[in-house]
């Protein structure tokens, strides 16, 4: 039998998660690493599941990793809270609500979010991941965004399964990366949408909370 992470979406709430992985980590041998092959999140529950699959170490380490940054979190490390930042993003989206709605390089929102983005980049080892498949370790990873331009929701993997479809849901491997977290956690119209090919992705929660199908 194999056991999945699965993870769901709940912006500050996933912080709970946390405490749960913990206590897991607690019931199993100290030296233990990942116990979970599968692993899937949606939105800031995405964001928890690669940090767990996304680091080397035992599991205690890395969960302890995650309570850190949970622990510490303040706004500004998620967003800009600076008054020029946001006055600036709160006119451009004033502007977009007569235009288009996207600007030619980079998605409108009430919020910059590029402080999330560096601290993704301390919380996810991505080539990690890539390692650990290679290995046996893990056999699949992913985050589940959806797709603004189809409506459906679009789960990207990192494992040896092939690209797969099914109604209203799309599977694509590909090379996990921090757009791709930056896609499943975009709150709409508070965080700007992430441009992933051609297409623009947001807050996977939105069609799927719990991401189950991915697993399985």
Not at 84 to 105: D, E, Q
Not at 106 to 128: G, I, M
Not at 139 to 146: D, E, K, L, P, Q
């Amino acid at each position: 039998m194999t056991t999945a992470l699965v993870l769901s979406g709940g912006g500050a709430r996933a912080a709970y998660q946390v405490g749960v992985l913990k206590a897991v980590a607690e019931l199993l041998p100290r030296r233990t690493h990942n116990p979970f092959p599968i692993v899937c999140g949606t939105s800031a529950g995405a964001i928890n599941a690669l940090a767990v699959a996304g680091r080397p170490g035992f599991l205690r380490q890395r969960v302890s990793k995650l309570e850190n940054i949970w622990g510490t979190l303040r706004a500004e490390n998620v967003y800009r809270t600076d008054l020029p930042g946001v006055i600036r993003n709160t006119s451009c989206l004033i502007w977009s609500l007569f235009h288009s709605g996207y600007s030619k390089h980079r998605a409108l929102a009430l919020l910059d979010n590029s402080p999330l983005r560096e601290l993704l980049k301390q919380l996810v080892r991505f080539r990690y991941i890539d390692e650990a498949i290679a290995r046996g370790e893990l056999t699949a990873v992913s985050a589940t965004a959806m797709d603004y331009g189809t409506g459906r929701s679009v789960t990207f993997f990192q494992g040896r399964h092939d690209t797969w479809e099914r109604s209203r849901r799309l599977g694509i491997r590909c090379g996990l990366t921090i757009d791709h977290l930056l896609a499943s956690s975009a709150i709409p119209t508070i965080f700007p949408a992430t441009s992933i090919d051609d297409s623009y992705y947001g807050d996977g929660a939105v069609r799927q909370l719990k991401p189950l199908s991915p697993a399985l």
